[in-house]
């Protein structure tokens, strides 16, 4: 159970790559900190079955090992890690209340959101259980895994015709299944799919079921016009079809972004904090670019040393 009269000098929401490399930093700088673990500890590497681009792992880990370690980096720094979910943060004074949903509240006074996204799931039968098994929500992270092989992307927007160009360069065969007659990519994407003659384009269709047992084997799709339906094998799913910030319980205390990412880079002194001050972002809930581990690690780290001078000009 925490102590409700202590006072944490930063509590960071998220124990994804972006929190965890935040307390690091923090708990270095003899800064009393907090991470509250959220819904999914770990955050969405713990999804990835094999990671091999994240610096510094000469043969690669596995995703859930390296969010394991990382936790064991903040405890051995004496770093607490709690388990619970944010659902309401108040300010009083030069304080915030941080509410959980078990009805403890916490007391901080600077915080750092890493709540990270969500890739949006299409929630068809058999895709949760072999997600990490052959289903991906990220190309640039498992796309090296399926060279030579057949995969199927779902989707029409940027993202899916960024993820179609870019599997290009290791697979086979790609399908890209999309549930209307046209793309909403931007015309230069457009063409780098259309172009290319590894992908084959299945327009009207819908994936209605993924199968396998160990791992992705074959996916059902349907034409949604003439209602066919087929089996098709492949060895990779990528589904494209958007993300999703966690951002709900930040609504009327910071600015958000119509998408609901996090609005950073409000004070040029401070580029982490949003429009609230002694509250900061980092990783994929402020970033709808980038969306690679690495990436979070060292916007993690830059909300730490803004956290530290924040505090260190008596915030």
Same mark, same amino acid.
């Given at each position: 159970m925490i102590d409700t009269q202590v006072v944490y000098d930063t509590l960071i929401v998220g124990s994804g790559p972006a929190g965890l490399t935040a307390a690091i930093y923090n708990i270095r700088a003899d800064l009393k900190t907090l991470i509250i673990a959220g819904n999914q500890p770990g955050g969405q590497l713990t999804l990835t079955t094999y990671v091999d681009n994240y610096p510094g792992f000469s043969t690669g880990i596995g995703g859930v090992k390296l969010m394991m370690d990382m936790q064991s980096q903040v405890k051995n720094l004496g770093g607490e890690i709690k388990q619970g979910v944010v659902k309401e943060i108040k300010k009083t004074a030069d304080i915030f209340d941080i509410y959980l949903e078990n009805g403890e509240i916490i007391k901080s006074k600077s915080i750092i959101i890493a709540t990270g996204a969500q890739s949006k799931w299409l929630g068809i039968k058999g895709e949760k259980e072999l997600i990490g098994h052959g289903v991906s929500g990220c190309a640039t992270c498992d796309g090296?895994?399926?060279?030579?092989?057949?995969?199927?992307?779902?989707?029409?927007?940027?993202?899916?015709?960024?993820?179609?160009?870019?599997?290009?360069?290791?697979?086979?065969?790609?399908?890209?299944?999309?549930?209307?007659?046209?793309?909403?990519?931007?015309?230069?994407?457009?063409?780098?799919?259309?172009?290319?003659?590894?992908?084959?384009?299945?327009?009207?269709?819908?994936?209605?079921?993924?199968?396998?047992?160990e791992k992705l084997e074959k996916i059902k799709v349907k034409n949604n016009l003439t209602g066919e339906e087929?089996?098709?094998?492949?060895?990779?799913?990528?589904?494209?079809?958007?993300?999703?910030? =966690?951002?709900?319980?930040?609504?009327?205390?910071?600015?958000?972004?119509? =998408?609901?990412?996090?609005?950073?880079?409000?004070n040029p002194d401070f580029p982490t904090m949003t429009s609230t001050e002694g509250i900061f972002a980092a990783g994929d809930c402020a970033d709808s670019v980038y969306r690679q581990a690495v990436a979070a690690a060292g916007d993690g780290c830059k909300a730490a040393l803004d956290v530290q001078k924040w505090l260190e000009n008596g915030s």
């Open positions: 090296i895994f399926f060279k030579d092989k057949v995969v199927a992307v779902v989707g029409g927007g940027n993202t899916a015709c960024e993820d179609g160009s870019f599997l290009a360069k290791f697979a086979s065969k790609i399908y890209m299944i999309h549930r209307r007659d046209k793309f909403r990519a931007v015309q230069i994407e457009q063409k780098r799919i259309l172009g290319n003659n590894k992908i084959e384009i299945w327009w009207n269709s819908e994936v209605t079921e993924i199968i396998g047992q087929k089996l098709v094998e492949v060895d990779g799913l990528f589904v494209a079809i958007g993300r999703e910030p =966690s951002s709900i319980f930040l609504q009327n205390l910071v600015e958000l972004e119509e =998408s609901g990412y996090v609005v950073t880079h409000k």
